[in-house]
């Protein structure tokens, strides 16, 4: 015999918050995702003013370092001709980001592909300047030729992820 078997046990009252069975039973919960809001964005027009700010500053400060490449000691040719492509590509893709982000809306939830579309530029972006910081290893002038820019561009791209409610 399986179970519980109560004999002659008179009144017997359970209560368990929930259902009670004698048996099996089998709960299932139905879940919907469908109205996932994200917290991307600009809450007014002015963070967004803010963030296209940081923006222009930020790729002025890769166009600086990009002209700075070639004066950087211990760094052969080939490392430096694929950093200057790299800043290139990061140049670019400032400019692309800035279009992107000067069509959100102020105040509007932004359509998670744009969200996701942004993301992943200012991790391309945070991405090639972490590259960039390692080259610090290799060239005995680092600070006095491009480390004293990146110093500075490092936390304006912080502030724009702020910005835009990139964690």
Known sequence: MSGFNFNNTGDVSVDAGGDVVAGDKVTTTNTSTNNITNNYGFAQEEEKQQFLQK??????????????????????????????????????????????????????????????????????????????????????????TVGNVLIKASPLLLSARHLFGIP
């Open 55 to 144: 923006m222009d500053e930020l790729r002025n400060y890769a166009k600086e370092i990009n002209s700075r490449v070639d004066d950087l000691e211990g760094v052969d040719d080939d490392q430096k001709e694929a950093l200057e492509d790299e800043l290139t590509e990061q140049i670019k893709a400032i400019r692309q980001l800035k279009k992107v982000a000067d069509q959100v809306e102020a105040g509007s939830e932004v359509a998670p592909g744009i969200a996701s579309q942004i993301e992943k530029q200012v991790d391309f972006i945070s991405n090639g300047l972490d590259k960039l910081n390692q080259l610090g290893e290799k060239s005995s002038n680092f600070m006095e």
